[in-house]
């Protein structure tokens, strides 16, 4: 199993960012994927969740109406679209197959002016 997030970097308050990780070596439409942030000095926290399907989505109560957890199960890929950043938002962001250990090395998000 092999997950590998991308689409990390700086950005300034109010702008946008789309992460994408890639699965691999396991059948990616069987399984709901999430993604989970870290920032220094705080827990892991839940970013969003999606099912195997795509058909529902969860939020963590910080990110609704601002971040959107899609999936494309052709191309083995869960994507996370964020929307008016804020410097809170700084973190390591993780990918994971749910019911699993298995976590991507994450991409670090940063925003500031």
């Known amino acids: 199993v092999q997950l590998v997030e991308s689409g990390g970097g700086l950005v300034q308050p109010g702008g946008s960012l789309r992460l994408s990780c890639a699965a691999s070596g396991f059948t990616f439409s069987s399984f709901s994927m999430g993604w989970f942030r870290q920032a220094p000095g705080k827990e892991r926290e839940l970013v969003a969740t999606?099912?195997?399907?795509?058909?529902?989505?969860n939020y963590g109560d910080s990110m609704k109406g601002r971040f959107t957890i899609s999936r494309d199960n052709a191309k083995k890929t869960v994507y996370l679209q964020m929307n008016s950043l804020k410097p809170e938002d700084t973190a390591v962001y993780y990918c994971?197959?749910?019911?699993?250990?298995?976590w991507g090395q994450g991409t670090q998000v940063t925003v500031s002016s």
């Open positions: 994971k197959r749910l019911g699993s250990t298995y």
């Open positions: 999606i099912t195997s399907s795509g058909g529902s989505t």
